[in-house]
């Protein structure tokens, strides 16, 4: 069975300070991995996708196979960061089913 | 371009009464998907669509029920309400597997009474 772990539910940090939420993951073969945000009274949106390698609002996360994790990262983390965060994975044959992980709630402090 | 439109955004049932969560998108996306979200219990699967007139069990589909006659639109039908589904639900689409993630809609928060 498929299956995400959001070890923190909570994550606080100051501003200016590094940021690192993790993401495990089990799963049969290779996955597709993504990073959702909800900001407050906003909509759950795309945050980022391990295939494109990419850097979203400075944030990365890296897809380590051996480790089966998707970590978040961010070296300076900023007040507008603070929002849910949501780990999710899917098959690489099916768009419509994900698994979400639990979500970590992250805030930072001024 | 609306992306995905979910109505209503707020409903209150009594247990036993039977409703329609409306979901609609104008992306042309062959998948959509609904889900609901519980404190502490992430986003949890209900039913999916990988395209019209081709529909799934997720994993939490007891209770509902999904149609998918176009692409636009798949709406959820929570045949006989109970307190155990006072929920907020989200609908989303995606065009597709490989880079493209999920479209969300704004959610439908709904209490049973």
């Known amino acids: 069975a498929q299956r995400v772990t959001q070890p923190e539910k909570l994550l606080s940090v100051f501003k200016g300070a590094p940021v690192e939420l993790k993401c495990n993951y089990s799963y049969s073969g290779s996955p597709e991995l993504f990073w959702y945000v909800q900001y407050s009274r906003q909509r759950l949106q795309l945050l980022l996708r391990?295939?494109s390698r990419e850097s979203i609002k400075g944030f990365t996360a890296d897809l380590n196979k051996g480790e089966t994790s998707f970590h978040l990262k961010k070296p300076f983390a900023q007040e507008e960061d603070s929002a849910m965060y949501y780990c999710a994975l899917r098959s690489r044959t099916n768009a419509g089913k994900s698994t979400f992980g639990d979500g970590t709630t992250l805030t930072v402090k001024p | 371009n609306a992306g995905v439109t979910q109505t209503p955004k707020f409903q209150v049932l009594k247990t036993g009464q039977s409703m329609t969560l409306q979901c609609a998108q104008d992306m042309n996306h062959e998948y959509m998907s609904w889900y609901r979200q519980d404190p502490g219990m992430g986003l949890r699967l209900i039913h999916y669509s990988v395209g019209a007139g081709i529909t799934d069990q997720g994993e939490v589909p007891n209770g509902y029920n999904v149609s998918r006659s176009t692409t636009e639109d798949f709406p959820l039908r929570l045949l006989s309400a109970a307190p155990s589904q006072t929920s907020v639900y989200f609908c989303a689409s995606s065009y597709g597997v490989g880079n493209y993630g999920y479209t969300f809609g704004s959610g439908t928060r709904l209490t049973v009474v």
């Open positions: 391990h295939i």
